[in-house]
């Protein structure tokens, strides 16, 4: 394969006004809404940044906050990571910004630092940066 085959995550949240002020404070972003996919599927969706033009975001995987039936926020088995410049001053944002810190930043050697916290919803995610 000559491409990454990750294309779309989905982060699902049981608050979506919190989720949505703890991402878009987090990586200082404005989430974007989307109609729900089909007519009567009670769903809401808010999108990461993407290009539109070309359907791929700016940097990896797009992906979205959903809130819908069957699906609960809180731990799982796919942990998502995000990239920053640098991971321990997103992890104290997200701590300072109704979420809290799992592993603080540690060195993962040539491949920089990782750190993984909660989000206000209670999920997991990583965050990934190079310093």
Not at 2 to 11: A, L, Q, R, W, Y
Not at 47 to 62: I, L
Not at 88 to 115: D, T, W
Request: include cysteine.
């Amino acid at each position: 394969m000559k491409f990454n085959p990750v294309v779309h995550f989905e982060i699902y949240v049981d608050d979506m006004e919190r989720a949505r002020a703890f991402y878009q404070m987090l990586f200082n972003i404005t989430l974007e809404a989307m109609p729900a996919p089909a007519p009567g599927l009670e769903m809401e969706m808010w999108f990461f940044p993407m290009d539109k033009e070309n359907g791929m975001s700016y940097y990896g995987a797009g992906g979205s906050l959903i809130k819908t039936s069957g699906y609960t926020a809180g731990r799982g088995g796919t942990l998502v990571y995000f990239g920053c410049d640098d991971c321990a001053v997103l992890a104290e944002r997200a701590a300072a910004n109704g979420g809290s810190i799992h592993q603080p930043k540690m060195s993962i050697g040539q491949y920089g630092f990782c750190a993984v916290v909660h989000d206000s919803e209670g999920n997991l995610i990583g965050l990934h940066s190079m310093n």
